[in-house]
T-cell receptor, first 112, second 113 residues
Framework: LAKTTQPISMDSYEGQEVNITCSHNNIATNDYITWYQQFPSQGPRFIIQGYKTKVTNEVASLFIPADRKSSTLSLPRVSLSDTAVYYCLVGRNNNAGNMLTFGGGTRLMVKP | GAVVSQHPSWVICKSGTSVKIECRSLDFQATTMFWYRQFPKQSLMLMATSNEGSKATYEQGVEKDKFLINHASLTLSTLTVTSAHPEDSSFYIC?????????FGPGTRLTVL
């Protein structure tokens, strides 16, 4: 399973765009990149998943360069409620019996 | 998305007792579920993989006789912490795979006095 490296913490202000970058130098050809959000005392919540280039949904965008050795989660116009820990995970997609290995995550603090 | 529930959401028990935590996939079947443990301010650590109809697979360092896992049906996996001790106090989270990725339960806070 590919190891991931993320910044331990980030601070931002309401209304700003936040970009969290994750490094995964040994990502395998079959690996997908998935981001989860976790609030205190709750289970992780799926945010977005991608394989290459750019993926966008209603809450975030995921940018993946051609070499796929890193990825950037972009949160547009964050609010106080986006304060959480964000985890980048790399692994095989779907019903592959894949167990998810969590790295340290990035603790995002959104300030008023 | 797929919904995974856990019961109870929190539990307090005395040292030496056993505690059972349930993980259910509410709107899908899951042949495989995963159990994680998370200590305060730390990331999730995979404990074991629960396989329906067969024995669970435990990660290195996790005592299989202490953390009993039973995956008796396609929608239910249980984790029993036997002879719990204060150091077992933690946040236990399960997950199950559905088309499109892994979905996590809300977690169970275990406090052992």
């Amino acid at each position: 399973l590919a190891k991931t490296t993320q910044p331990i913490s980030m601070d931002s202000y309401e209304g700003q765009e936040v970009n969290i970058t994750c490094s995964h130098n040994n990502i395998a050809t079959n690996d997908y990149i998935t981001w989860y959000q976790q609030f205190p005392s709750q289970g992780p919540r799926f945010i977005i998943q991608g394989y290459k280039t750019k993926v966008t949904n209603e809450v975030a965008s995921l940018f993946i360069p051609a070499d796929r050795k890193s990825s950037t989660l972009s949160l547009p116009r964050v609010s106080l409620s986006d304060t959480a820990v964000y985890y980048c995970l790399v692994g095989r997609n779907n019903n592959a019996g894949n167990m998810l290995t969590f790295g340290g995550g990035t603790r995002l603090m959104v300030k008023p | 998305g797929a919904v995974v529930s856990q019961h109870p959401s929190w539990v307090i028990c005395k040292s030496g007792t056993s505690v059972k935590i349930e993980c259910r996939s509410l709107d899908f079947q899951a042949t495989t579920m995963f159990w994680y443990r998370q200590f305060p301010k730390q990331s999730l650590m995979l404990m074991a993989t629960s396989n329906e109809g067969s024995k669970a697979t435990y990660e290195q360092g996790v005592e299989k006789d202490k953390f009993l896992i039973n995956h008796a049906s396609l929608t239910l996996s249980t984790l029993t912490v036997t002879s719990a001790h204060p150091e077992d106090s933690s946040f236990y989270i399960c997950s199950a795979e559905a088309g499109g990725g892994a979905f996590f339960g809300p977690g169970t806070r275990l406090t052992v006095l």
